[in-house]
């Protein structure tokens, strides 16, 4: 099993820019979820999904979209981003029944 | 408003010399609170899941051990790659389908050969 994994690794945007960050799992897990981590403020939750064709916002959702259309992917889309995106983005899994989640690789995204 | 606050923020260990990271937390009611590894540019990996007040896990050099009010991760005669930024978070009760986990900012731990 590949895990959880997420395309680009790093990505450089431009203020107003949008783009899409790749996730997908291959453990057939129902629940799948988005964290961006900043220095000293820990990981936070931008939204999350409880299987395909349902998703919710998490703690920090503004300047994101997302969509599941499929159990396997759980892509991010930044709208227009700015600055204040720039972060570490996580992406995770896990069973619904679980309490262990599994993290991608991230993707560091630098808006300029 | 449930907080997770991890200490110390860094650490610095001779290869051998055992100690203790510590994970305070306030949460109207705890569904779990998890202690995971994070290698520099690299993922958080799961290590632990407590429940309850006075359970303990182990993993190798890893100990963790939770009361009420906080929870430690023993590292018993730690190796140069035990060193990684260690987090905690827990999970509370009213997160329900969100699953929504509260992380702390985490300790760096640097083990020295």
């Known amino acids: 099993n590949a895990g959880v994994t997420q395309t680009p690794k790093f990505q450089v945007l431009k203020t107003g820019q949008s783009m899409t960050l790749q996730c997908a799992q291959d453990?057939?897990?129902?629940?799948m979820s988005w964290y961006r981590q900043d220095p000293g403020m820990g990981l936070r939750l931008i939204h999350y999904?409880?299987?395909?064709?349902?998703?919710d916002q998490g703690e920090v959702p503004n300047g994101y979209n997302v969509s599941r259309s499929t159990t396997e992917d759980f892509p991010l889309r930044l709208l227009s981003a700015a600055p204040s995106q720039t972060s570490v983005y996580f992406c995770?899994?896990?069973?619904?029944?679980?309490?262990?989640?599994?993290f991608g690789p991230g993707t560091r995204l630098t808006v300029l | 408003e449930d907080q997770v606050t991890q200490s110390p923020e860094a650490l610095r260990l001779q290869e051998g010399e055992s100690s203790s990271l510590n994970c305070s937390y306030t949460v109207s009611g705890l569904r779990g609170l998890f202690w995971y590894r994070q290698d520099p540019g690299k993922g958080p990996e799961f290590l632990f899941t407590?429940?309850?007040a006075g359970e303990e896990k182990e993993k190798e050099r890893l100990k963790a051990t939770l009361t009420k009010k906080e929870s430690f991760l023993h590292i018993t005669a730690p190796k140069p790659e035990d060193s990684a930024t260690y987090l905690c978070?827990?999970?509370?009760?009213?997160?329900?389908?969100?699953?929504?986990?509260?992380f702390g900012s985490g300790t760096q731990l640097t083990v020295l050969p």
């Open positions: 995770a899994s896990s069973y619904l029944k679980g309490n262990e989640q599994f």
């Open positions: 999904s409880v299987g395909a064709g349902i998703t």
């Open positions: 978070a827990v999970r509370p009760i009213s997160s329900g389908s969100a699953r929504q986990l509260t």
């Open positions: 407590l429940y309850s």
């Open positions: 453990m057939n897990h129902e629940y």
